[in-house]
């Protein structure tokens, strides 16, 4: 799997399949059994571990800051840790997302937490921002303004964007790519263009399948007499069916629906 | 570093406050006690609270993404439990001073040299126990050795008599001396060590 510089990275998955620890791995918080992760090219070691760091803009789906400080005392530990922080920024956003600075964190709502990191994460020009669940908890009017917010900072298509997330409609928002796992396995690696084009959900009668026309397909679930499926090979399902079976466009989360009952190891 | 030494006086801001009222109190109530004792629970507060205060949060994930090397973050827990068992120390001293409570430098020096010998133990122990037992094994740990200190100096005094004729043949400097040697070594191995157990920790 590679993360392209430059491009937002969605990074979808059951519960479980394996998302947080990626990350953390790729924070060198955890150990990996087996594999290599290279962030910015490099492996985490002594050399590079801090550089790598310096350049990386983090926010976890829990909270890791210290609850019972507020946000200034919180600043006074994080800030001096970065060598390209910026205060101005740090406050810009603060204000922006409207956080109270004398507060602890312990009193913060969820939401509030959430603009607590990513303010942290924005402020000292990192490269490569990496969020586990941003979206997640999250009032539905200011998700609208996170993913405006990512937006603009993607505009000048200096930084790389990777965020985990279950509300797939934010992904197909705002994702250029969409790397799905499940199970600690990657099922694919792809651009939204290509996904769209390549899945399908199908419809038809329940008597057109058989055990080699269900091959075409990652999954089905039948009732009575009709039939659903996914594929991820809508043109040929188009070719050998033809007017048989109605085809419609798969979103992410039926993608995922899907594929948790999926036969193929692969999809 | 210095941000990470001066990060365990920000995350107990509050504490800190409580600090000087703390040291007051065994100077006014704490009379039947040895100066040693207090300094050393004076030397103590700031370090094992700043572990205290870690353990509350996924402190580790946060330090461990921040820009530093994990070898950075242990030592900075020792460098700064040295400069602030002195501060603290010093700090305690004038308290005493103010309240007219008599110690002698030999009290400090004793002090220090638990100190070393009690962080020796006790912080790499932190780094092994699992969230939300360091307050309680510090406490316990803390009590165990204020109680069991003076029946092994007596039982060293009566039954090893080699031993104490041997220490009481050391003139006083050879006698700090070697007592320096021996705390500041074990505090030096036990950071090693903690650095080796830090390094292979996952969060």
Partial sequence: MQIKQGLVTGFVGANGAGKSTTMKLMMNLLQADEGEIKVFGKSHDNNNEKEIKERIGFVYDSNIFYESLNLKDIRRIIAPAYKNWSDKQFYDYIKLFELPLNKAIKTFSKGMQMKTSLALALSHDAEFIMMDEPTAGLDPVFRRELLDILKDLMADKRRTLFFSTHITSDLEQIADQITFIQRGKILFNESIQDIQERFALVKGKANLLNPSTEKSFISVKRSSNEFQALTNNAEEVRKSFGDQVVLENATLEDIMYYAKGARHQYV | ?203
């Fill in chain 2, 1 to 203: 570093m210095f941000n990470l030494i001066k990060k365990d006086l920000v995350i107990q801001k509050s504490q800190i406050l409580l600090f000087i009222p703390f040291i007051m109190f065994f100077a006014i109530f704490g009379d039947h006690m040895s100066p040693f004792f207090i300094f050393l629970i004076s030397s103590l507060y700031i370090p094992l609270n700043g572990y205290i205060y870690d353990e509350q949060v996924e402190s580790n994930i946060l330090l461990n993404s921040l820009p530093y090397l994990r070898k950075e973050i242990v030592a900075a827990k020792y460098i700064g439990s040295v400069v602030y068992m002195i501060l603290s120390i010093v700090v305690a001293s004038i308290i005493l001073y103010i309240f007219d409570f008599s110690f002698t430098f030999r009290d400090v020096a004793i002090a220090a040299g638990l100190f070393f010998i009690f962080t020796a133990v006790a912080f790499p122990l932190f780094y092994v126990l699992k969230p939300g037992y360091i307050g309680v094994a510090a406490l316990s740990g803390l009590v165990v050795f204020a109680i069991l200190l003076s029946p092994v100096l007596e039982f060293i005094e009566k039954h090893l008599t080699s031993i104490t004729e041997f220490i009481t043949s050391l003139s006083t400097t050879a006698l700090y001396l070697s007592g320096a040697a021996i705390s500041i070594g074990l505090f030096l191995v036990s950071w090693i060590v903690s650095q080796m157990i830090y390094q292979r920790k996952v969060f």
